[in-house]
């Protein structure tokens, strides 16, 4: 793999520029899929295999050391029009996903092409996409009793959706926003989920999954301060075959901001469910996959945990 990713986000009250590295880690849903772009509905923790965690991510009480990929400090504004020799320069001067397989970036492809994620500009068949293919996400744990929801920098919104995150993307050059986990009910740790449709649903409402194996695997610019589990949603279906133990990465945490890249057999079964008697792995997942999903799980602390998605693509040369 030596998919090349940077990104350049201005943040709210800073601008700061992400390295860039060629790192490498290594059917259709049955079932209306009703979790979109709703942020007071929410799947159950099991939705990403989270029962608790202790079970999917370290100890959260560890220091996490910074990514060697990371760029230490914020770098001014002049310095993100002579981006680092691994990143190539976008139309408009900084720096951002190659156009040589990317699928999003808040910095310039959401001028250039909207909001949603490229899904369709690699499909074989784009026709077989459906409605809200590509289209971001969020949601929280309400739905088993917690009470975490995400602050966003400014008022969602636009002409057509209340719910639009178009602001967001036009204030930070991402998808931005505090975490804000509260427990309420909950008998795991809280959590908040960022992520997007793939396939999109069709006239029905049924979610539909796709064939994403010819990506080579999936890279993700992002910024955290706590570590993100990246997941691959198989739909109600596959996910209740699997008992919700879905094939997932951890992420480090990165305040800075860094950008991994991964490939499908980089995605695994998390180690709770070694015993379960079905399996799937990543390469056979990327076959049949609804959503990929950012999750943030942890135990609340007083100031949330701050983060940013600002660019997502294939893991293609």
Known sequence: MNKKLCVACAGTLSLMALGCSDYNISGSSEDPNVLTAQNDSS?????????????????SSESVSSSSLDVPGPLSSSSISNPPILCKATYSG?????????????????????MNVGVAKFAEDPSKLGRD???WFWETDSADGGKSFIEWPVELGDEYSADALDPVVEQCNGLCGVARLDKGGLTYDPFVSVGFNVA??????????????????FCIAYTSDVMPVLSLDLGDSLNRELRMALPSVS?????????????????????????????????????HVVRIVFTMQNRP???????SILAVGTNLD
């Not at 900084?94 to 909207?114: H, P, Q, T, V």
């Not at 999109?200 to 695997?217: K, P, T």
């Not at 800075?256 to 399996?279: A, H, I, R, V």
């Not at 602390?301 to 983060?307: D, I, P, Q, R, T």
């Open 133 to 135: 293919a590509g289209k």
């Open 251 to 287: 992420l480090p945490k990165s305040v800075n901001g860094t950008t991994k890249c991964f490939e499908w057999s980089d995605f695994e079964m998390p180690s709770w469910s070694k015993n379960y008697e079905y399996k799937i792995t990543g390469e056979e997942a990327a076959k």
């Open 301 to 307: 602390n007083n100031k949330g945990f701050a983060f």
């Open 43 to 59: 799947s159950s923790s099991s939705d990403y295999g989270l029962s608790s965690a202790k079970e999917v991510l370290p100890n």
């Open 200 to 217: 999109g649903f069709d006239s029905n409402g049924v979610a539909l999954s796709a064939d994403i194996s010819n990506w080579n695997g």
């Open 94 to 114: 900084g720096c951002a996903i190659s156009f040589d397989g990317d699928l999003w970036d808040g910095l310039g492809y959401y001028e250039s092409y909207g």
